[in-house]
């Protein structure tokens, strides 16, 4: 088992910057790639951003590419999504995912969820 919680989310305004984390428990988190997807209110969960296990490999959605970094520290067993340039339709419940060593943005192959970070982003 793998826990994972998010912190970091809030309010605020267009332009501005966040920084979530995601701390892991459990098994060995360097064994994972980590993602963070988000959804908004009436919308389907979508994919954020991942990292490779080692950390040498980040993948982005096109909506967030330039603006968004993910990053990992194994030796913290933590996870983060620099978000800056943040635009109201980011606004949404950002969750951070584990998947056993391989790359994917299909949330169905993520074996661990967090409970979500709230992130609103005002006009």
């Known amino acids: 088992q793998v826990q994972l919680v998010e912190s970091g989310g809030g309010l605020v305004q267009a332009g501005g910057s966040l920084r979530l984390s995601c701390a892991a428990s459990?098994?060995?988190?360097?064994?994972?790639?980590m993602g963070w997807f988000r959804q908004a209110p009436g919308k389907e969960r979508e994919f954020v951003a991942a990292?490779?296990?080692?950390?040498?490999?980040?993948y982005y959605a096109d909506s967030v590419k330039g603006r968004f970094t993910i990053s990992r520290d194994n030796a913290k067993n933590t996870v983060y999504l620099q978000m800056d340039s943040l635009k109201p339709e980011d606004t949404a419940v950002y969750y951070c995912?584990?998947?056993?060593?391989?790359?994917?943005?299909?949330?169905?192959?993520?074996?661990?969820w967090g409970q979500g970070t709230q992130v609103t982003v005002s006009s």
């Open positions: 990292i490779s296990w080692r950390g040498g490999r980040t």
């Open positions: 459990g098994r060995t988190f360097s064994n994972y790639v």
């Open positions: 995912a584990a998947r056993w060593q391989s790359y994917s943005e299909n949330e169905a192959r993520y074996e661990y």
